[in-house]
């Protein structure tokens, strides 16, 4: 190996900080890495450019940001907004980030603002949401400059392209809840906007009618005590209603108003504690999906004046729960689309307003219909909507943009897959977890290539926070597989795949099913003969990149690769942070003694062991990250290349200028992959 493959483990210096928990005293010898000090800068800046150095030392870097380039595809499908003038949309073209508007989807678009990067050589600015009011006559946006996702919200003239005066200095948070949610008369909006220090994540909505001052007062919501949760409020076609929906995870609609009143006066809705209860307001109904008394689903109404509207006694059900898990409901007209998983793949039926069946759509394949990553995502509003319009797409397929013609039941092509891979062979598989419990997976390989053991494999997994890892196209399955090996979809408990107790089975203080029943799709695959040891990675995003953190050190022998991806590492850490503190709960509590025992259990921080011999580890992050926050990875690489008792590398990387991937520039994001997939690639032995 020359000078630039060589690795040496750098010192990083300790500090005698420690946690207290439930009277434990738990050393923290890395606490000084949460600093954004000077100090803590050289040491990222250096341990980049080791990664950078080590990565590109080891060759095959161009030909990889080849294969990258040659396979990728937007992470999310790129659906239009309809309007009653026209359909919306955003895009980056040429450094340029804009919004366009059509006629009919991607069709004589002309358009309506646009933003271009600062300088030359910089990049664009990036719009995490943007929302037409229903006429189509005024755009909202939300401007993010440095791909953390928050943003402030801009209005301009459709018609002129000029920025309306109103000012809203506010920050929002992302665009999870669609950034702003207008009134059917186009005069004012609802929106979600941080308030005091941004570091504090205290969320609340506001009103703001056009032409007005910003409002210094948010709305006055009742939401359970000490709640820190997203909410979104939805309003109703006529005007006379408005709900708000609180929860990413379990959304509920907790409060409703009458708009038609002369004071805006919430009240509280459906007040139901560990379950679902999510949808639309339909004439004077609220429809909703909800798991009370229903594990995947069923489909209930509540009327919006109910005045006991959180006892199920007065609600009707409309669909009632089957073996597939309901995930969401979209009204056309006075049919509901109601969309369902069936053993991971996607299902659509037309569903009339008693109940019954009308059809059901002839998908294009097995995968799945576009969602964004948490069940109130799915709830932003689109006004206005006459056709079932959907991103859909397969293991081989990248996201197409499909219509539903009602009258033929037929699916007419709005926008082709950008990607497609061929010669391609995807096999539905199970393994058996520790517990007797079946998880799916699904192994992708070229159908040229028989099975061997030592065929290089990559494992990719997520199973945290009622997600349902969608069977789509990854850009990272079509460079492993056209390489030549073998891409693994698992599906793990704590994922959303099967309904609320699939979820509940690998949360909080069962935690630990997630892990065992990735090492159960690991064993398969080995015992199985479609890989090895010696050939295995693992890889995964966010609270995926938490459990190959957790997989690695839990157990180093089973891989040969892992590539934690924007991590959560320290659980105990995570409870100091107002953000974090929301998001460790899926995970436990530290109230007492057994429940920080447990944590310790499963935080990767806390489970590395000095002397261990641990396979080739390569974690990144980006610096201006809001939900897993740099200084995670940060401790937890340190705190593994000190413990390294073999010779495999351990190498980090926090990327400037990118956040959590939702809002990282374009030219970011492929230098991400590249580097990743040609260290993942040059450990398996893959060579292109």
Known sequence: ????????????????????????????????????????????????????????????????????????????????????????????????????????????????????????????????????????????????????????IALYDVRTGAQLPDMIERVLHDGWVGGVVWLPDCTAFFYLALVGPLSDFRQRVFYHRLGEPAATEPENIP???????????????????????????????????????????????????????????????????????????????????????????????????????????????????????????????????????????????????????????????????????????????????????????????????????????VRDRWATSADGTRVPYHVISRSDMAERPDRPTLVYAHGGFNVGLSPVY???????????????????????EFGLAWWNGGRRDRKQNTYDDLYAVAEDLTASGVASSSALGLTGFSNGGLTACVAVTQRPSLWRVVVPRVPITDLLGAFRSSYLSVTAREFGETSDTDGVVHLMSISPYHLVRDGTDYPAVYVDA????????????????????????????ILLHIWEHAGHGWATPVEVEIAQETEWLAFALNELGVRL
Not at 231 to 250: K, N
Not at 474 to 479: S, W
Not at 623 to 636: G, L
């Open 223 to 425: 939401l359970p005590e000490g709640f820190r949760e997203y909410v979104l409020v939805q309003t109703s076609d006529d005007g006379r209603w408005a709900t708000a929906v609180g929860g990413r995870r379990a959304p509920v609609a907790l409060a409703r108003c009458r708009l038609t009143a002369t004071e805006r006066e919430w009240e509280p809705f459906v007040t139901v504690a560990d379950n679902a209860f999510y949808g639309n307001i339909v004439g004077d109904d609220y429809v909703a999906v909800t798991t009370i008394g229903a594990d995947r689903g069923r489909i209930v109404s509540v009327a919006m004046d109910s005045v006991a509207p959180a006892d199920p006694g007065t609600w009707r059900e409309i669909v009632g729960e089957s073996d597939a898990v309901i995930r969401g409901t979209t009204r056309v007209g006075n049919e509901l689309y109601v969309s369902e998983w069936v053993d991971t793949y996607s299902r659509v039926r037309v569903i009339s307003p008693d109940g019954a069946e009308v059809c059901r759509l002839d998908l294009p394949g097995k995968g799945a219909i576009g969602e964004q990553a948490q069940p109130l995502m799915q709830l932003v509003a689109r006004a206005g909507q006459e056709h079932f319009v959907f991103p859909f797409a397969t293991f081989t397929a990248s996201w197409g943009v499909y219509r539903h013609d009602r009258s033929t039941n037929q699916l007419d092509v709005l926008r082709e897959p950008e990607v497609r891979l061929d010669g391609v062979t």
């Open 474 to 496: 990854q850009m990272q399955a079509g460079v492993i597989v056209d390489a030549g090996g073998t891409y693994v979809h698992a599906h793990l408990r704590g994922g959303g």
């Open 622 to 649: 980006g610096a201006n990250n809001p939900r897993c926050p740099p200084w995670q990875a940060r401790k937890w690489a340190a705190r593994m290349q000190a413990a390294q008792a073999g010779t495999a590398p």
């Open 1 to 152: 190996m020359g000078p630039d493959t060589e690795y040496t483990r750098p010192p990083t210096r300790v500090c005698d900080a420690a946690d207290e928990f439930a009277g434990s005293t738990i050393p923290d010898p890395y606490r000084w890495l949460e600093d954004d000090s000077d100090e803590t800068r050289q040491w990222q800046a250096e341990q980049a450019a080791l990664a950078a150095r080590y990565v590109r030392g080891r060759g095959q870097l161009d030909a990889v940001r080849e294969s990258v380039l040659r396979h990728r595809a937007p992470r999310f499908a790129d659906v239009p907004v309809q309007t009653r003038s026209g359909w919306f949309r955003s895009e980056v073209v040429a450094g340029v980030t804009r919004v366009v508007v059509g006629r009919e989807p991607y069709r004589d678009e002309r358009i309506v603002v646009e933003f271009p990067a600062a300088e030359p050589g910089s990049e664009p600015p990036s719009l995490p949401w943007f929302a037409p009011s229903p006429d189509g006559e005024v755009l909202a946006v939300g401007i993010c400059r440095d791909g953390s996702e928050h943003n402030q």
